[in-house]
């Protein structure tokens, strides 16, 4: 099967997370390395992204981060093509940031 930006993901994890008490900052912070440790890099405060080879990567994730969701609080798990991504505009301030590059993509087979 060829590689297909229609097929190819992006996971993007955006997360409000209580941090009013100790616990609750400890729970925040093991959700965070538990993104990090995934593989997830920060895209902004509370906004994570990873890339997945289709969707069946994707369920993979979700699934673990249902499992690892701190038990108060609000996660979001949206996933957008590979095609989408290429799309997205950003700002730094008001200066438009040069367009994202996707990752190389190695094929074993």
């Excluded at 499992?67 to 093509?81: D, F, L």
Aim: charge should be positive; proline fraction near 4%.
């Amino acid at each position: 099967m060829a590689l297909s930006g229609y097929r190819l993901m992006w996971m993007i994890v955006l997360f409000d997370l209580p941090v009013l008490t100790k616990r609750e900052r400890k729970a925040a912070t093991k959700f965070r390395n538990f993104l990090l440790d995934q593989g997830f890099e920060m895209s902004q405060f509370s906004v994570y992204m990873r890339f997945c080879a289709g969707k069946e990567q994707a369920e993979t994730f979700t699934k673990r981060i249902e499992r690892e969701a701190p038990q108060s609080g609000k996660v979001h798990v949206v996933g957008i093509t590979d095609r989408q991504y290429e799309k997205i505009i950003c700002f730094d301030g008001r200066k438009r940031e040069p367009a994202r590059k996707n990752p190389g993509q190695l094929v074993l087979f």
